[in-house]
């Protein structure tokens, strides 16, 4: 009788490793993968909260808007002189 209790035990705890342990492999990429997800979640919302606040700056401060024009798409107020600097290529100097 004392040989068989050994053996119940081991096949005991072979099922309960069988039974449970994809389980829990499957609970550790779950957790895994939520905390990413919940990292990424943060970071869009400081996205969305940026957006939002361009918006808002785009909506009502025309001296944003103004600068955004300027330096986005390179306009220029009526009478307006615009000075280009290109810069020398140094090969060029050098001859």
Known sequence: MAKVKPFALLGLVLFIVVI???GFAK???LRSR???LT???KKLQLY???LREEKFKLENDLGYVEKIAREK???VKENEIVYKIIPQDNKNNAK
């Open 20 to 22: 449970f342990l994809p």
């Open 34 to 36: 939520n905390n990413a």
């Open 48 to 50: 969305n909260a940026k």
């Open 73 to 75: 798409l390179g306009m």
């Open 27 to 29: 609970m550790q990429e």
């Open 39 to 41: 990292k990424e979640i």
